[in-house]
């Protein structure tokens, strides 16, 4: 069972940065994949960005190109979502997801969410 910790929200003007965090434990040698979801009040889960365990394959949501980036660090089983430029429209509970298998659009665990508040 993995078992997945963010960390990182808070509160940040327009355009200012965070940084997100995401540490996984447990059977981390099943993650091929680590993704980035946003749920805005109101509104669905949204895809934010992933990145294969090895570090080769990103993605983002077209909205989040050029100000996010996605990285890992193996060693310490984290992974990091950099944001840049933030805008009051990236403001949504931020959650961490691992997958077993890369190429599938499914998430096998999730973590428990950090908020991230942008004030215009």
């Known amino acids: 069972q993995v078992h997945l910790v963010e960390s990182g929200g808070g509160l940040v003007q327009a355009g200012g940065s965070l940084r997100l965090s995401c540490a996984a434990s447990?059977?981390?040698?099943?993650?091929?994949?680590m993704g980035w979801f946003r749920q805005a009040p109101g509104k669905g889960r949204e895809f934010v960005s992933s990145?294969?365990?090895?570090?080769?394959?990103?993605d983002y949501v077209d909205s989040v190109k050029g100000r996010f980036t996605i990285s890992r660090d193996n060693v310490q089983n984290t992974v990091y979502l950099q944001m840049n430029s933030l805008k009051p429209e990236d403001t949504a509970v931020y959650y961490c997801?691992?997958?077993?298998?890369?190429?599938?659009?499914?998430?096998?665990?999730w973590g428990q969410g950090t908020q991230v508040t942008v004030s215009s």
């Open positions: 997801a691992a997958a077993r298998v890369a190429l599938s659009g499914s998430y096998d665990y």
């Open positions: 447990g059977g981390t040698f099943s993650i091929n994949k």
């Open positions: 990145i294969t365990w090895s570090g080769r394959t990103t």
